[in-house]
């Protein structure tokens, strides 16, 4: 099933992550790159769909967080299941349920991993997703995957969206960018955004350099 991008202004760029699909989303410390990857599951248990969410932080918090930000229970029901783990090594288990998949933070999860063990992974992980539809979020933390592995994980993803925040003589500039996207396209720019904890406001009109 694919997940709806509902944000305002992004929308238009990116509509939609497809089923059976493979996503990347990185950030640095600001914290709107896990506040995305929330909306989206908040989007799809809207939508009846079912939702895996692996954690490395604590699976309470998490619970708590999609019921304040979309009003759901806070606890696990017969569409929501959230994993709170140390370390994966494959994310077969998880993607089997099908509906949406998503891991925050991959790149710490899979520290122990070599490039060869994250392909595989990957690979693994793409092959049941085409079978079952599972749509995959992969939030992950820059500057944590080793050169290589961030190659690898760049190489095998279907889409990548990356959050930045930077200073500038005007105070905090946060911006994003995809460089890589469904079926080869991509988006050549900084595409400004706002973020206050609760909402992403992007503004299609503001340049950012």
Known sequence: MAISV?????DTIIPEVGDGRVVLVESGADPAKSFFVR????????NRSRVTFVTSRDRMELLSLLSVEGGIPRE?????????????????????????????SFSFLTLDLDPPGVADLLRNVRAICREKGTTVLLATDRGMFETRVEAVA????????????????????????????????????NVYYDFDGRRLAIDLRRRVL
């Open 6 to 10: 509902e944000v305002p202004g992004l």
């Open 39 to 46: 909306r989206l599951v908040l989007t799809a248990l809207r």
């Open 76 to 104: 696990e029901g017969e569409r929501l299941r959230v994993y709170e783990e140390d370390a994966v090594t494959k994310l077969d288990e998880y993607a089997q349920w099908g509906g949406l998949l998503a891991v925050d």
């Open 154 to 189: 760049l190489h095998l993803s279907d889409g990548f969206i990356q959050f930045h925040a930077k200073e500038s003589p005007e105070g905090l500039v946060r911006f994003l960018r995809i460089p890589k996207w469904m079926d080869g396209k991509f988006v050549d720019r």
